[in-house]
C-alpha cells in the first residue's frame, strides 16, 4: 500500500498494482442485475466486499444505499462522495458480458458499474490507510469526515431515491456532495430537472364493425400526443419533452377501450418548468372539458438547481477539474445534466458530478468501456476525495 504521504504518486501506484483486480470486479459486478428500486443484489454484494476489504461500519439503510462512513462524528460536517447501483435495464437475470479488443461490454457496464467499481476500490484505499496508522494524516486533511455511497434509483423512475435519503437524514450536515457518473471528459455543474407523469384514457370501445363510430382510447391519446408535441418552446435556456412509452387495446378488431402513456418534459431552468407545467395541464383540461374521460399521475419529479455562483461550489467544481486533469491529463467539459447533484444544488449545497471511464452506447445493450481508462478512474476518485 502506497503511503498517503506520497500523494499522486500513490495513488498512480495503487491504482497499477491492483488493475487487474479493479477489472474483475467491474466484470463481476457487472453481471449482477439491478434495475432501479431492484438493487438488492449488488447492495449485498457491495457491502460485503467492502467488508472483507476491509473497511469498518459498513452498512445498508432503508433505501438499500450502502454507506461507509469515515471520521463522521455525531453533530460535525462531513462530505459525500457517491455512485449509483443502478442500471437503466430490467433484466432480473445475469446480464451478458463480452470482453473483446480492449472493451468490456455489457448493458450498464460504464452507466454506472464503472464508477461505482472505482469508488470501490477508493474505499479500499482509504481503508487501508487507515488500518495502515496513517489515520491522523487522513483526518487532519478531512476534519469534517467522509461519507462514501453507493446509492440507488438514480435511473429512470428510481426517482432519485437513495439521494433524497441521504440528504433526508444528514442534508444539514452535507459540506460538498460529489457524485460518480459518466465518462471522464466530462463533469456536470449543473442541475437539468424533470417531471414525469403516467397518462391513461378510457373510452366505451367495442367491435371494430358493429361499434364502428365509438371513441378509441389510442386514437384519442394519439391526438393528446400530437397536442404536446405542439407545445412552443421557451426560448431562453434548454427544454425539451419525450413520450418514452405507450401501450393499450385488446386485439386487431377491437375499438381500444383504453390507452397509457409515459411522458415527461425537462429543463435547466425552473421557470421553464413551471411553464411546461401550465401547458401540460392546460391541455389535459381542454380534453377533460370535451368529456373525455383521462387520469394522470405524477410518477417522478427532479428539481433544477439554479445558478449557484457561491465560492464553496466554485471550488469544488475546480477541484474536480483538477482531479480529472492530474489524473487523465484531460480537461473535462463542464455540463448541464440530470444526476443525482440535482437534490443537493436545490437545496444550495454545493455539488457535482464527475466521470470515470472512457466508453461509450450507455443507456443502450451495446454500452462498452475501455479496460484501460479504469484505473485512470481510480486515480480521478482517489484525487478528488484525498487531494
Not at 488493475?19 to 470486479?25: C, F, G, R, S, V
Not at 473483446?100 to 467499481?117: L, S
Not at 395541464?281 to 457561491?310: F, H, V
Request: glycine share 10%; net charge negative.
Amino acid at each position: 500500500m502506497a503511503e498517503f504521504q506520497q500523494g499522486r504518486q500513490g495513488f498512480k501506484e495503487y491504482a497499477d498494482d491492483h488493475e487487474k483486480e479493479t477489472i474483475e470486479l467491474l466484470k463481476t459486478l457487472a453481471r449482477i442485475p439491478a434495475p432501479s428500486n431492484h438493487e438488492e443484489k449488488r447492495a449485498a454484494f457491495c457491502c460485503n466486499w467492502l467488508e472483507e476489504a476491509g473497511a469498518e461500519g459498513v452498512y445498508i439503510d432503508e433505501a438499500l444505499n450502502v454507506i461507509y462512513p469515515v471520521n463522521v462524528r455525531d453533530g460535525q460536517d462531513f462530505d459525500v462522495y457517491m455512485a449509483h447501483l443502478d442500471v437503466v435495464f430490467p433484466d432480473m437475470g445475469e446480464l451478458p458480458l463480452e470482453e473483446k479488443d480492449g472493451r468490456i461490454y455489457c448493458p450498464g457496464v460504464g452507466d454506472d458499474t464503472a464508477c461505482v467499481v472505482c469508488l470501490l476500490m477508493a474505499a479500499k484505499y482509504i481503508a487501508a490507510l487507515i488500518k495502515s496508522g496513517s489515520c491522523d494524516a487522513f483526518a487532519g486533511n478531512h476534519d469534517a469526515g467522509l461519507m462514501l455511497v453507493w446509492n440507488t434509483g438514480e435511473e429512470g423512475l428510481g426517482n432519485l431515491k437513495g439521494t433524497k435519503e441521504i440528504i433526508r437524514k444528514y442534508g444539514g450536515r452535507i459540506r460538498n456532495f460529489c457524485t460518480f457518473d459518466s465518462q471522464m471528459d466530462n463533469i456536470v455543474t449543473g442541475a437539468v430537472g424533470s417531471i414525469r407523469y403516467e397518462v391513461e384514457i378510457h373510452t366505451e370501445g367495442g367491435h371494430s364493425y358493429s361499434k364502428f363510430g365509438n371513441d378509441n382510447a389510442i386514437e384519442k391519446m394519439a391526438e393528446l400526443i400530437t397536442r404536446l408535441y405542439r407545445i412552443s418552446l421557451p426560448a431562453v435556456g434548454k427544454t425539451t419533452y419525450n413520450v418514452g412509452e405507450i401501450s393499450g387495446g385488446t386485439s386487431i378488431n377491437t375499438i381500444a377501450q383504453s390507452a397509457r402513456m409515459l411522458y415527461e418534459y425537462r429543463s435547466d431552468r425552473k421557470e421553464n418548468l413551471d411553464y411546461m407545467t401550465e401547458q401540460f395541464q392546460s391541455i389535459l383540461a381542454e380534453c377533460r372539458e370535451s368529456g373525455l374521460d383521462i387520469t394522470c399521475k405524477e410518477i417522478g419529479n427532479r428539481p433544477c438547481g439554479g445558478e449557484d455562483d457561491s465560492q464553496k461550489n466554485k471550488e469544488l467544481i475546480k477541484r474536480a477539474v483538477k482531479a480529472v486533469e492530474n489524473a487523465a491529463g484531460i480537461i473535462p467539459a463542464e455540463n448541464s445534466g440530470s444526476t443525482d447533484c440535482n437534490i443537493p444544488l436545490s437545496l444550495g449545497i454545493p455539488a457535482v458530478c464527475v466521470g470515470c471511464y472512457e466508453g461509450a452506447g450507455a443507456h443502450t445493450r451495446e454500452e462498452f468501456v475501455e479496460i484501460s481508462s479504469v484505473k485512470t478512474g481510480v486515480r480521478i476518485v482517489l484525487e478528488m476525495i484525498l487531494l
